[in-house]
C-alpha cells in the first residue's frame, strides 16, 4: 500500500502571512533536531493512503501551533579587537547591544586598535520569531566614562535570525564593518573582531577552529556577513508607502465612549488608527487617523539602512492610538529574503501597491483582550482583522553626490493618492461549504446547541455588519469591504432577487450535540448535510494564488515520493534509487508544466513590478530545478540513493519557500464553532487551497474536496495539553471562485444527493443549496486489528502508563482493553464496528473512505484518561462483490506514527480494513479466524492471515548491576531487582541484597524463551522495570527502560572467511617512524574565546607564505633551532598535537569542499569510490599516516620541517562519543520513573525523570541452535553467549583526572566575568580546590591533576565542576559533566590508561601507565586466545601471522643506548584495530573536551573543558607520579627601547616671538598599557625642522608566554577588587609623537604600533623610511624580536588626516632590545640618561633658546616682520593720545592766561 504523508513542516492554515513562520523548514530543522538513522521510527510519517478518486484531501496531523511559544536562547558575544577605528589618540569602548540589553568592554586608552577579548552572554526566554528580530547592535564608543556618554566612532547592526541561519548558528572571527549612522557619506569607520553564537535548548556549539591567524588579519576576506552578502554594503532608501486600511474592528475602546453615545447620541468611529513600521532598530510612523475604521493617509516612511540589509524581516502594525497606552490592531511582517532576488538577474525588494491582510484576535471586542498577543504577530490569529494597502521599493544612494541626506533619521512625507484599480478590478467572489460530519466535539461543550460560522474577511461575520457589494457611486472607495455600506438584510426580498442578488448564509443552524462515548459528542447530521455560502468582493489576484498552487502541487508530490523513498529505505524495501527516479521524473515533469501555465494573463490589471520579478525567478528556478532532476535521475544508483535523496530534499525547500507569496490577495477562511453564542474553537484554511481554477494545476489543493478540519483553541489556550484535545473534527466540503465559474462548485462532493434550496419561488434555479440530502447510502463493517504500540509516552508517576486505545470511525468509537503498566502495550485485539452507514456511491467510497483516527490515552483509577497521542489510518475497502484474496488482502500490519501535540509520541502497529456488508448481509462476510487456544473472553484477537508469523526465540541477558539509583518516595532503595519482559514473557535478575553495599547482581547470565515475528521490524519492545523489594513483601516500582529495537542485540554468527584468517600467509607491516611532519608554521587559536594561541616554534622571522619566498637562496636560515629536549614539556606537546588537529581538519573541510565541488560538476564519478569500511589492514593505516604527512594545502615553498614531538590525540568532544559509548559489551540502559515532559521537545526533561541505570546486555537468537553456536557456546554454558566476561566484584581502583582548561565559560558574576575553580566528586570522595581559583576569568588554564581512590561498582561515576569563587556568600555551579568510569574501565578499548604513539623512558613523553607495551600486549594476546607474540632479530614481531617492524634501542637519562622491544609492542598496539576478530582501536593517549552544563540550564552548554581521566587497578603495580601539566609559568623578559631620533614630525605650533613653524617634540611609549608602563622622553623644544634629538632609553620588563605568544599582567582591575586580575594581552610596542604645550593638553602627533612578534624590519636610513611599511606590511620583510633579539632602524609616525586618510607624521630611529631578566641583571642598564650605561646627552641645536642669547635679533624679527603695520599703527595712536592729553592738560592754564591777559 503505498502510504501519503501529511505535510510535517507547515501546520494547517499558516497562511502567507502567517507571523511565525521564520522559513518554518529551517526551524523544524534546527529545533526538531533529526535522531541519528538507528533510531528513527520506522513508522511512517502518517499512513494516511494516497487519493485516488481525489475527493478527500489529506488531513493534517499536527495540531498544536507550535509558533509563539517561548523558548530558552543564549546568546553569547566575544569581543576579541578592534582595528583601524577613524580617530586620534582614542579611548575606545564596545558596547553590545541585544534588544533593550546593554553590555560594554572595558575601555582602552590611545588606542586605534584596542584588543579586549571579553565575552558576553545574554539569556532570554521568547518565542523564536520575537528573539531572531531582535537586533544585535556593536557599536564602538570613544572617551566614555561615568559623567559622559561619549561619542559614537560606528556602529554595526545584525538580526539575530541572522546568525541563527548562519552553520553552526554563529561566526567565528569574523571583522564587523562599523559605519556611522549619522553621516553616511563618511565610509568604513574601523572594524571589531568577534565571534557570535545563538543557542537555543538542545542545539551543540561547535567550538571552531582556526588555523592561521594572519587567515584572520586578512580582514576583507572574514568580514562578518552572511554568505552571499558583498562586502561593500551600499547606502540605500527604503521607502514604505502606506495608502489606507479597511475592515479594522470595533474597537469600543472607552468606556466613556459608550457613555458619551448614549447621552449624546454622537456616534463617532470609535479607533484613532496610525501605522507604525518598525525595521533594522528603526521605528516610524503615520499620522493619527482621528475616529476613523476606513482611515486613508497617503504617506510614506523612509528608513536609510545599507543594502542588503542584515535584517530579515520588517513589522508593519495598525495600532490604535489611545492616551494611556496604545494597542496593536493587527501586525504584518514583510520577509525581505521573499521580495527580492539576490541573484544576478534578480531584483531589489519591491513590493505592492498590494493589500496586505492582518490576522489576530476575535473581532468581538472585549476590554481586557486575551488574544492580544495575536494582535502583537505572535503566535496564529485567529481572525480577520483588517487589510492595508501599501507598497514598499528600494532606492540605493549614491552616497558621493551633494543632495544625500547624511543622516539615517527616519522620514515621514506625504505621497499622492492612488488610482482605484491600481491593485485590480473588484470580482464578485462565491465561497461554498457543506458540512457532511462534526464529530469528536469535546465534552465539556457537548450539553449545549453547537453552530459553525465561516467567515471570509468581514463577510460572513455575524459581529461585523456584513458588507455588501460597492455601490458604483462609492466606487471612489474602490473596494467591497465596505463595512458602512448598508446592510442587505435591510434591502427587501424583492430588491434582492431583481438584481440576483443571494443573502449569504455564513452560520449552519445551531443543532444539540449527541454522546459518541465518554469523552466525545457528535452531531446528528445523517443524510442532511447543513451548507454555507458566502458572496464577498475583492480585487481579482487570483494569478498570484495560481502560480503558488502550482509549485505548491509540485512541492506536495515530491514531499510524498521522498516520504515513501525514505519509507523504502527506512523498512529494507528493495530498489529505493527506482522510486526516487520516479519521484525526480516526477519532478522535471512538474517544473515544466509550471513553465507552460504560469505565464498567462499577463497584462491584468494590479500587476505589480514584483508579480513581475517573481514570476521570472520562479520560471528561472522551476526550470533550473527541471533540469537538475534530469541529470540527477541518471545519477541515482543504489549506493548514491541517500546522497541524492538529501539533494531532493533541498529541491522541496527550495519550492516552498518559492510557493509563499508576499501579496495577499484574498483573505484566509475561518471556521468557527460556536456554543450557545460563545466561541470555542476555530479552524483557519487559506483561501489558496480551495480557490478553484478551470486549469487543474491551478486549483487548491482542497478545493472541491472534502477535508478532514480539526478545530483548536485559540492562542494561548492552544499551547500545551489542551492544545492537544481535539474541540471538533469535521469532515467539509469547501469551494471558492468567482462568481461567474460557479456552475459546478458541487462537482466533488461525493455523489448521491439532492440539493435543498431556499424556498424562494422559481427565479432561484442557480441559488446554492442551504443543505445537502443524501438518499445512497452504504452499509460497512469495519475491522480494526490493533496489534501494540512502542515507545509511548509516560503518562504516570512511575514514568509507565496504563494505556488504551480508542478508536472513531465516522460517528462510531470503541476501545480496547488497558494493559497495566506499560510503555509498549501488546493489545493484539480485533476490534468489530458493525452497520457503519456511509453516505455517497459505493465506488467513491471504495477508492477515497473516511479517515480512522486512533488517540491512545492512559487510565487513571480516578478522574478522566490522560490523552497521550493520537494518529489517523485509512481502512483497506472491499467491496461486497469483490473477493478478499491477495494482493490486498489480508491487510498488512503497519507502523503508524502516534504525535502528542506537535513531537511523536511513540508508535503504533495496526490494520485496517472496511467491508461493505452487501444483500446477503454478514454472512458474505470473510469469516474471523483467530488462534482458538487465547481464553480472552470477548476480545477478539488478531485473525490468523493478519497477525506476523512467529518463531521461537531465545533472550540471553547479562545482568551486571545497577548505578546511580535515586530515592523513590523519599526512600533509599535496599534491595532492587531487576524483571525484564518480552512479548508477554520474562525472567527476574537475582535479589542484590544490599544496593549500597554491592550494587552487583551475583547470577550473571539468565535466559528466557518467547515466540516473536519472524521479519525483524516487527519484534516488539523488551522491557526493563527495577523494583525494590520492601518488608512484608511489598515491591515498589523504581524506574523502568523499553529496549524500542531488538535488532542490535540479535545475535549473527561471524563469517567464515573472517574465521579462516589463521591459514592466511605473513603480512609484513613495517612501521618505521614517520618522516617529521611537514606543516605550514601555523598560529593555532585554540578555539572561540580562548586566548591561547599556540604556535610551534618556528625557525624563522616572518610567518607570510610571501616572506619566505625573499628568504635567502642559500639552503636553510641559519637560525635552524635544534629542539632541545629539557625545554620540551607536555605542553610543547599539547600544542603541537592541536596544530595536527587542526591542520587535519583544515583538510577534511577542503577535501569537503572539493567532492562538492566535483559532485556538483557531475556526479557519475561518485560511484568508483572505494569503500572505507572494507579496507582492512594496512592499506588503512598507511592513508591515515599519509593523510597526516600531507602538507596543508596552498603551501608555497617547501618548508622546513617542524621539529618532531610526540604528539598524543586530541578528541573535540567527549571521549565516549568516538568510541561507541565504552558499550562494546556492557550496555547502559537508563532508567526513567515519572511523567514525561510536556514540553516542545519531549526529551527536554528526560533528565529530571531519569533515576538511575541498569547495567548488563543481550542477547537474542533463534532456537534451535545451530551446531557451530553450540560449539561456541560450549565453554561454559553458565555464561551462554556472554563468554570472556570479567567478574563483576568489587574492585579498588586508583582514579587520576587531568584537568587542563576550561573556555568559554559562562560568566556567573555581575561583571560579566567569573572566578572558577575545579570540584571533583567520585562516590563518597570529594575535592573542591576552592584556595586554588582564578581571579576574572572565563578561560582559565587550570593545569592540574588529582588522585582519588575509588571502589567498583560503588562509585562508577565521576563529575567534575566547575564552580564559580564567590567571597560572600555560596559559590555557584557554572557547569559540570558526568563520566562513567566502570564503562571505560571494563571495554575491550583499554580506556584505563591511554597508549602513547611513541615509547620513553624519561624526558615529556615519558611512559605513564604501569604495564609496559609488551606486558599489554602479552596480556590482549592471552585474553583473546591468540599465541604470545614472538619477538625476533632486526627488530621484528609477529603476532598472530602479521610481522611487524620497528626500532630496537631506547635510551635512558644518561644516553645510554639499551636493548628493548617496547617499540614492537607498541607498534602492535597501535594498529590493534587491524586484526580480525579480536581487533579493536585501543584508546591512545588522549586530551578529551567535554561540554559543561548545568541543572538549571538544560540543554544549554554553559562552556567546555579539556580533561583526560587515567585509571590503574590497586592489584597491579602502582603507577608513578603524575604526570606535570601545571600552567606555563610566563618567562620574564626585558625589553629596551632607545629612542635615538626623531625626523619630518610635523610642525604643529607658530612661534609667537619668531613666526617660525616649529614643534616641542617629545615621544611616548608603552607595551602593556598606558596606565601600566607609559614612558616619556625629554621634550625636544623648538624644532624647526622636525627632527629632534633625544637618546632617550625606555626600559619595560614584562612577563612573556612563548608558546601564546600573549604578554601575561596582573592587576586589579578597580580599587574595590579583592584580588589582582590575569589579563593575557598580544605583545603590541606602542610608540606615540607627541608636541609639549605649556597651558594646554599636549597635542598628539602620531603613532605606530610594533607587533613584536611581526613587524616590519626598520629602514637603514631616514629617507628609506616610508608609510608603506606600515600600509603594505605583506610586501615588507618582517622580524620577531624573540629571534632577532636586537635590531635598530627607522620607523614611521602615522595618524589620520581630515579626510581619514593615512598620513606620515613623523619618523623616528629606534633601537630595540630585548633580553631575558637574567641577561638584564647581569648588564643593567638606566631609564632615560641614568646610571649605569647612561647614554650621552643629545647634540641639540641652539635654536631651542635663540631668543634668549639674540634678543636684538628677535625684536628686530618682531618689530620688522611679524608686527610692523602694528607697531606703526600703535605708535601713531599714542601720538595722538600724548597731543590729546597734553591739549587737554594745558588748556586750562591757557585759558586762564587769555582770560586775565596775562
Not at 543557542?199 to 592561521?212: L, Q, R, S
Not at 613523553?1405 to 600486549?1417: A, F, S
Not at 595722538?1776 to 592738560?1785: E, N, R
Amino acid at each position: 500500500m503505498k502510504r501519503g504523508k501529511s505535510r510535517a513542516s507547515k501546520d494547517d492554515g499558516k497562511g502567507q502571512d502567517e507571523p511565525a513562520i521564520l522559513e518554518t523548514e529551517d526551524l523544524d530543522r534546527s529545533f526538531g533536531r533529526g535522531p541519528d538513522p538507528d533510531t528513527i521510527s520506522l513508522a511512517s510519517v502518517t499512513a494516511v493512503t494516497t487519493n485516488v478518486s481525489n475527493k478527500r484531501s489529506k488531513p493534517d496531523i499536527k495540531i498544536e501551533p507550535s509558533a509563539g511559544r517561548p523558548m530558552d536562547f543564549q546568546i553569547s558575544v566575544t569581543v576579541i579587537e578592534a582595528r583601524q577605528l577613524v580617530g586620534l589618540n582614542m579611548d575606545p569602548v564596545v558596547c553590545v547591544e541585544i534588544g533593550d540589553e546593554k553590555k560594554y568592554t572595558s575601555m582602552k586608552e590611545s588606542t586605534n586598535c584596542p584588543y579586549y577579548n571579553e565575552y558576553f552572554v545574554f539569556d532570554f526566554h521568547l518565542p523564536p520569531d520575537v528573539i531572531f528580530d531582535k537586533i544585535l547592535k556593536l557599536s564602538v564608543i570613544h572617551s566614555k566614562n561615568l559623567l559622559r556618554s561619549g561619542t559614537m566612532v560606528g556602529t554595526f547592526k545584525m538580526d539575530v535570525g541572522n546568525v541563527y541561519s548562519q552553520p553552526d548558528h554563529q561566526f567565528y572571527h569574523k571583522w564587523a564593518v562599523l559605519c556611522d549612522p549619522d553621516d553616511i557619506t563618511a565610509g568604513c569607520k574601523g572594524y571589531i573582531k568577534c565571534d557570535i553564537a545563538v543557542v537555543a535548548k538542545g542545539d551543540n556549539i561547535k567550538t571552531p577552529h582556526k588555523a592561521n591567524e594572519t587567515d584572520e588579519d586578512d580582514i576583507e576576506g572574514n568580514l562578518l556577513l552572511p554568505e552571499g552578502v558583498p562586502a561593500e554594503r551600499q547606502w540605500a532608501r527604503f521607502y514604505v508607502k502606506i495608502y489606507r486600511a479597511e475592515g479594522l474592528p470595533k474597537m469600543n475602546t472607552s468606556i466613556m465612549a459608550n457613555v458619551k453615545k448614549a447621552f449624546i447620541g454622537e456616534n463617532k468611529d470609535l479607533v484613532d488608527p496610525y501605522v507604525q513600521v518598525q525595521f533594522a532598530g528603526q521605528k516610524g510612523k503615520t499620522s493619527i487617523q482621528k475616529s476613523c475604521y476606513e482611515p486613508i493617509w497617503n504617506e510614506q516612511i523612509i528608513f536609510t539602512e545599507q543594502f542588503p540589509p542584515l535584517c530579515k524581516r520588517m513589522k508593519i502594525q495598525i495600532r490604535d492610538s489611545d492616551k494611556v497606552n496604545d494597542v496593536a490592531i493587527g501586525t504584518h511582517f514583510i520577509d525581505l529574503r521573499k521580495i527580492s532576488n539576490d541573484g544576478d538577474k534578480g531584483f531589489l525588494p519591491t513590493l505592492g501597491p498590494a493589500w496586505v491582510n492582518m490576522y489576530g484576535s476575535t473581532r468581538s471586542y472585549t476590554l481586557m483582550d486575551e488574544y492580544q498577543d495575536l494582535n502583537e504577530g505572535l503566535g496564529e490569529g485567529v481572525s480577520f482583522r483588517a487589510r492595508l494597502l501599501i507598497s514598499l521599493a528600494v532606492e540605493i544612494l549614491d552616497t558621493s553626490s551633494p543632495e544625500v541626506m547624511s543622516s539615517t533619521e527616519v522620514q515621514v512625507e506625504g505621497v499622492p493618492n492612488i488610482s482605484e484599480n491600481a491593485t485590480g478590478k473588484n470580482e464578485e467572489f462565491f465561497l461554498f461549504g457543506a458540512f457532511l460530519e462534526a464529530t469528536m466535539i469535546d465534552r465539556k461543550i457537548g450539553d449545549k446547541p453547537i453552530n459553525f460560522e465561516v467567515t471570509i474577511g468581514n463577510y460572513g461575520s455575524e459581529v461585523d455588519d456584513t458588507p455588501t457589494k460597492p455601490k458604483t457611486k462609492k466606487s471612489k472607495k474602490g473596494d467591497g469591504d465596505d463595512e458602512e455600506s448598508e446592510l442587505i438584510q435591510g434591502s427587501s426580498d424583492e430588491e434582492a432577487m431583481d438584481d440576483g442578488e443571494l443573502v449569504s448564509i455564513s452560520t449552519t443552524p445551531p443543532m444539540k450535540p449527541v454522546i459518541t462515548d465518554r469523552n466525545y459528542f457528535h452531531l446528528p447530521y445523517f443524510e442532511r448535510k447543513p451548507c454555507i455560502y458566502i458572496k464577498s468582493w475583492w480585487q481579482d489576484q487570483r494569478r498570484r494564488l495560481y502560480n503558488a498552487n502550482i509549485i505548491d502541487n509540485i512541492a506536495d508530490k515530491l514531499e510524498e515520493g521522498l516520504n515513501d523513498v525514505q519509507e523504502i529505505i527506512k523498512t529494507e524495501k528493495a530498489f529505493p534509487e527506482r522510486r526516487l527516479r520516479g519521484v525526480l521524473e516526477e519532478l522535471s515533469n512538474g517544473c515544466s508544466t509550471f513553465l507552460t501555465v504560469a505565464n498567462k494573463d499577463q497584462n491584468q490589471a494590479g500587476r505589480t513590478k514584483l508579480d513581475r520579478e517573481r514570476l521570472k525567478s520562479c520560471m528561472r528556478e522551476l526550470e533550473n530545478m527541471g533540469q537538475q532532476a534530469k541529470t540527477m535521475r541518471t545519477q541515482v544508483k543504489k549506493k548514491t540513493v541517500k546522497d541524492k535523496f538529501k539533494q531532493a530534499q533541498n529541491f522541496l525547500q527550495k519550492l516552498r519557500f518559492l510557493a509563499d507569496e508576499p501579496q495577499h490577495s484574498v483573505p484566509d477562511v475561518y471556521i468557527w464553532m460556536i456554543s450557545n453564542g460563545k466561541r470555542i474553537a476555530y479552524a483557519r484554511v487559506p483561501s489558496k487551497d480551495i480557490l478553484y481554477s478551470n486549469v487543474d494545476e491551478e486549483t487548491g489543493k482542497d478545493c472541491g474536496k472534502v477535508k478532514t478540519i480539526f478545530f483548536k483553541l485559540p492562542g494561548k489556550k492552544g499551547f500545551g495539553s489542551a492544545g492537544w484535545t481535539v474541540q471538533a473534527k469535521t469532515e467539509m466540503y469547501l469551494w471558492l471562485g468567482l462568481n461567474r465559474q460557479r456552475k459546478d462548485f458541487l462537482s466533488g462532493l461525493p455523489n448521491g444527493f439532492e440539493e435543498n434550496k431556499a424556498v424562494r419561488g422559481s427565479g432561484m434555479q442557480s441559488s446554492p443549496p442551504i443543505s445537502l440530502i443524501y438518499t445512497m447510502k452504504q452499509i460497512f463493517q469495519l475491522r480494526v486489528h490493533m496489534y501494540q504500540a512502542r515507545s509511548l509516552f509516560a503518562a504516570d508517576s512511575t514514568g509507565l502508563s496504563d494505556p488504551f486505545a480508542r478508536v472513531f470511525f465516522s460517528t462510531h468509537s470503541q476501545v480496547t482493553e488497558i494493559l497495566n503498566e506499560t510503555l509498549c502495550p501488546t493489545w493484539d485485539q480485533l476490534l468489530v464496528f458493525d452497520n457503519v452507514e456511509l453516505y455517497g456511491e459505493a465506488s467513491e467510497l471504495r477508492d477515497d473512505p473516511p479517515i480512522i483516527v486512533i488517540e491512545i490515552y492512559d487510565q487513571d483509577t480516578v478522574g478522566k484518561a490522560d490523552f497521550m497521542g493520537r494518529t489517523f489510518a485509512k481502512p483497506i475497502t472491499k467491496m461486497s462483490d469483490e473477493h478478499y484474496g491477495p494482493p490486498r488482502f489480508p491487510p498488512q500490519l503497519e507502523y503508524y506514527q502516534v504525535y502528542r501535540g506537535n513531537c511523536t509520541a511513540g508508535e503504533m502497529l495496526a490494520a485496517f480494513e472496511l467491508l461493505q456488508i452487501g444483500p446477503g448481509g454478514k454472512a458474505d462476510l470473510p469469516p474471523i479466524d483467530g488462534p482458538t487456544d487465547m481464553d480472552r473472553g470477548p476480545i477478539l484477537p488478531v485473525p490468523i492471515g493478519i497477525r506476523p508469523v512467529l518463531s521461537k526465540y531465545r533472550i540471553e541477558v547479562l545482568f551486571w548491576g545497577l548505578r546511580d539509583l535515586k530515592r523513590v518516595n523519599l526512600a533509599q532503595v535496599d534491595r532492587p531487582r531487576v524483571d525484564i519482559e518480552c512479548a508477554g514473557k520474562g525472567i527476574q535478575s537475582a535479589l542484590i541484597q544490599n544496593y549500597k553495599k554491592n550494587p552487583n547482581f551475583n547470577t550473571l547470565v539468565k535466559w528466557f524463551e518467547v515466540d516473536l515475528p519472524e521479519n525483524e521490524l516487527l519484534h516488539p519492545p523488551l522491557n526493563i522495570r527495577v523494583v525494590d523489594c520492601r518488608a512484608f513483601g511489598r515491591y515498589t516500582l523504581v524506574g523502568s527502560h523499553a529496549v524500542t529495537s531488538l535488532r542490535k542485540f540479535i545475535y549473527r554468527p561471524t563469517d567464515k572467511t573472517v574465521n579462516n584468517w589463521s591459514t592466511m600467509e605473513e603480512i609484513v607491516i613495517h612501521t618505521e617512524p614517520e618522516a617529521a611532519v611537514k606543516k605550514m608554521e601555523t598560529v593555532v587559536k585554540l578555539d572561540s574565546a580562548s586566548d591561547a594561541v599556540v604556535k610551534v616554534d618556528m625557525p624563522d622571522d616572518e610567518k607570510d607564505g610571501k616572506g619566505k619566498k625573499k628568504r635567502k637562496k642559500g639552503g636553510e636560515d641559519v637560525e635552524e633551532e635544534e629542539l632541545d629536549e629539557s625545554m620540551l614539556d607536555w605542553w610543547s606537546k599539547y600544542f603541537a598535537s592541536i596544530e595536527t588537529l587542526m591542520e587535519i581538519i583544515k583538510a577534511q573541510e577542503a577535501e569537503k569542499a572539493e567532492s562538492e565541488e566535483r559532485e556538483d560538476m557531475d556526479i557519475e564519478g561518485a560511484d568508483i569510490k572505494p569503500d572505507d569500511s572494507n579496507m582492512k589492514g594496512a592499506k588503512k593505516k598507511k592513508g591515515k599516516a599519509k593523510d597526516k604527512n600531507k602538507a596543508g594545502p596552498g603551501e608555497g615553498p617547501p618548508e622546513k620541517k617542524r621539529p618532531k614531538i610526540d604528539e598524543l590525540k586530541v578528541y573535540n568532544r567527549e571521549l565516549e562519543n568516538e568510541f561507541y559509548h565504552f558499550e562494546d559489551w556492557l550496555h547502559t540502559f537508563n532508567l526513567y520513573r515519572g511523567k514525561s515532559g510536556d514540553d516542545d521537545e519531549q526529551n527536554a526533561s528526560d533528565e529530571d525523570r531519569l533515576i538511575g541505570k541498569f547495567k548488563g546486555s543481550l542477547c537474542m537468537y533463534k532456537v534451535p541452535m545451530s551446531d557451530e553456536m553450540s560449539r561456541e557456546m560450549g565453554i561454559d554454558s553458565n555464561m551462554g553467549l556472554f563468554q570472556n566476561i570479567p567478574h563483576n566484584d568489587p574492585i579498588n581502583v586508583l582514579v587520576r583526572i587531568y584537568v587542563i582548561r576550561a573556555t568559554d565559560l559562562h560568566p556567573a558574576d555581575i561583571n560579566g566575568k567569573a572566578d572558577p575553580y575545579i570540584a571533583i566528586k567520585l562516590g563518597k570522595s570529594e575535592i573542591k580546590d576552592k584556595e586554588n581559583y582564578i581571579s576574572k576569568q572565563l578561560n582559565p588554564v587550570f593545569g592540574k591533576s588529582f588522585d582519588v581512590e575509588a571502589t567498583f561498582p560503588m562509585d562508577s561515576t565521576l563529575t567534575v565542576s566547575i564552580y564559580d569563587w564567590d567571597l560572600v556568600g555560596t559559590d555557584d555551579l557554572i557547569g559540570e559533566t558526568k563520566i562513567d568510569l566502570e564503562n571505560r574501565y571494563y571495554s575491550k578499548h583499554r580506556a584505563i590508561c591511554g597508549i602513547a604513539s611513541n615509547y620513553a623512558i624519561h624526558g615529556y613523553n615519558v611512559w605513564r601507565d604501569p604495564m609496559k607495551p609488551t606486558q599489554i600486549l602479552a596480556k590482549l594476546c592471552k585474553d583473546n586466545k591468540l599465541d604470545s607474540p614472538q619477538y625476533g632479530p632486526g627488530g621484528r614481531v609477529k603476532v598472530a601471522n602479521r610481522v611487524y617492524t620497528g626500532p630496537t634501542e631506547i635510551e635512558d637519562e644518561n644516553g645510554l643506548k639499551k636493548q628493548t622491544d617496547e617499540h614492537l609492542a607498541l607498534a602492535v598496539l597501535n594498529h590493534w584495530e587491524d586484526f580480525p576478530r579480536v581487533g579493536c582501536k585501543l584508546v591512545p593517549e588522549h586530551v578529551e573536551t567535554r561540554p559543561l552544563l548545568n541543572p538549571d540550564k538544560p540543554g544549554i552548554e554553559q562552556g567546555r573543558i579539556e580533561m583526560w581521566v587515567d585509571m590503574f587497578p590497586k592489584d597491579m603495580p602502582a603507577p608513578g607520579p603524575a604526570l606535570d601539566i601545571s600552567p606555563r609559568k610566563p618567562k620574564k623578559f626585558e625589553l629596551r627601547v632607545i629612542i635615538w631620533n626623531t625626523d619630518e614630525v610635523v610642525l604643529e605650533d607658530d612661534d609667537i616671538f619668531t613666526g617660525e613653524k616649529s614643534s616641542d617634540i617629545f615621544v611616548r611609549g608603552w607595551l602593556k598599557g598606558q596606565q601600566e608602563d607609559k614612558q616619556d622622553t625629554d621634550v625636544h623644544y623648538h624644532s624647526l625642522t622636525g627632527e629632534g634629538n633625544f637618546n632617550w632609553r625606555f626600559i619595560y620588563p614584562f612577563d612573556y608566554l612563548m608558546a601564546e605568544e600573549k604578554i601575561v599582567i596582573s592587576k586589579k582591575e578597580s580599587m574595590f577588587s579583592w584580588d589582582e586580575t590575569e589579563y593575557k594581552i598580544p605583545a603590541r610596542l606602542n610608540i606615540q609623537v607627541w608636541d609639549a604645550d605649556h597651558f594646554s593638553a599636549d597635542d598628539f602627533l602620531g603613532a605606530i604600533e610594533l607587533d613584536l612578534n611581526r613587524f616590519p624590519r626598520g629602514a637603514k636610513t631616514a629617507k628609506q623610511c616610508t608609510i608603506d611599511m606600515v600600509l603594505n606590511e605583506q610586501d615588507m620583510p618582517m622580524v620577531n624580536i624573540f629571534k632577532q633579539k636586537r635590531i635598530k632602524g627607522w620607523w614611521p609616525f602615522i595618524a589620520r588626516d581630515e579626510n581619514d586618510e593615512m598620513e606620515i607624521t613623523g619618523k623616528v630611529e629606534a633601537e630595540l632590545h630585548l633580553m631575558t631578566s637574567e641577561e638584564a641583571e647581569k648588564s643593567p642598564v638606566g631609564e632615560g640618561r641614568n646610571e649605569p650605561e647612561p647614554l650621552e646627552k643629545p647634540n641639540r641645536p641652539d635654536t631651542t633658546f635663540l631668543w634668549f642669547l639674540t634678543p636684538l635679533k628677535a625684536i628686530r624679527h618682531l618689530v620688522c616682520n611679524q608686527y610692523k603695520w602694528l607697531v606703526i599703527k600703535i605708535v601713531l595712536a599714542l601720538l595722538l593720545l600724548a597731543i590729546v592729553a597734553l591739549f587737554l592738560y594745558s588748556m586750562p592754564g591757557y585759558m586762564a592766561k587769555k582770560l586775565l591777559g596775562v
